[in-house]
């Protein structure tokens, strides 16, 4: 009896674990991917990690320049899949999702309904959400809207980053879907509708929101600095020179005076109306990131002013 045969598609580093765990329990005859890209200096045309993976294992991968090309498609055909699994690829068209025998299913990095869309992870960080997860769902029509098949969880910590909160959800991806092509294959399955009345955006975060705000609450500012770490990473003004601040906490300092922040003991606080917050990792313009008593061992500027 042949092995089900599962095609997967997916791009970045968080995907490859899911593509390893998929190859050792079933057949993939086919890892959709993105084209290569230009990169660095000398712009030399590198893989997507999920293309890089996918070649270590010795699998077949298609790299289509878009999604509705007919010979990709035709390619597709020819593979007779069971299923498709997705995990952060592109939008998928009708035309292609509706191809496996059985089913399509993404993973999703948030506890869906909440935070459909680019940004999941980011989203419920800046939102103070107290926890997070996976969700295996059956593609339809919509973005982020088929019936849920499973879920994983995990707490959310009170100073993680959105970074950290990302490796957590990496492992649970894989298991979720190695999980998920078993029931599917089985056809023992619970297919739960969402409750659109309990959904929420987390759309995709560009440059210019990522700037602080410092008329936010103490709360609101912490969770927002943790949300947008590392990439694409909250920004200040900081000695006319811009500079990314990638993690903080709450702090019990009372800071009164009005300045809104204050180098003292070797910590590097911000004060809001409702608080303070201590910076625990930051990146200056032009240098590497660093823990902040690294950036305040060098640092000779102002004790306080004011951060706009």
């Known amino acids: 009896m042949s092995r089900p045969k599962i095609v997967f598609m997916g791009t970045p580093e968080f995907s490859v674990p899911t593509l390893k765990a998929l190859y050792e329990s079933f057949e993939i005859p086919a890892v959709v991917t993105v084209p290569d890209k230009p990169k660095g200096r000398g712009q030399k045309m590198m893989p997507s990690p999920v293309k890089a993976a996918a070649e270590e294992l010795g699998l077949r991968v298609l790299q289509p320049v878009s999604l509705k090309d007919e010979d990709f498609i035709n390619e597709l055909k020819e593979i007779d899949a069971d299923i498709f699994c997705i995990v952060a690829f592109r939008i998928l068209p009708t035309a292609v999702f509706t191809l496996p025998k059985i089913a399509s299913f993404n993973v999703h990095t948030s506890l869906l309904p909440k935070f459909r869309g680019a940004a999941p992870i980011n989203w419920a960080i800046?939102?103070?959400?107290?926890?997070?997860?996976?969700?295996?769902?059956?593609?339809?029509?919509?973005?982020?809207?088929?019936?849920?098949?499973?879920?994983?969880?995990?707490?959310?910590?009170?100073?993680?980053?959105?970074?950290?909160?990302?490796?957590?959800?990496?492992?649970l991806a894989a298991e979720l879907a190695v999980e998920t092509c078993e029931q599917l294959l089985s056809g023992e399955y619970q297919r739960l509708t969402q409750d659109d009345s309990l959904a929420s955006p987390a759309p995709k975060i560009f440059r210019d929101d990522c700037k602080i705000d410092f008329d936010m609450g103490a709360e609101d500012l912490k969770n927002f600095i943790n949300g947008m770490s590392p990439i694409p990473g909250a920004w200040t003004e900081f000695e006319g020179k811009k500079v990314k601040l990638l993690k903080s906490e709450i702090s019990s300092e009372i800071h009164t005076k009005p300045k809104n922040y204050l180098i003292k003991n070797d910590n590097f606080l911000l004060q809001t109306a409702s608080g303070t917050v201590k910076v625990l990792v930051i990146q200056p313009e032009g240098k590497k990131v660093m823990q902040i008593r690294d950036f305040l061992a060098g640092y000779r500027g102002n004790k306080e002013g004011i951060l706009e």
């Open 126 to 171: 800046i939102k103070g959400e107290k926890k997070s997860g996976v969700t295996s769902f059956i593609l339809d029509e919509n973005i982020d809207t088929g019936n849920i098949v499973g879920t994983r969880e995990v707490a959310i910590g009170e100073s993680m980053t959105a970074g950290e909160l990302h490796d957590e959800l990496m492992p």
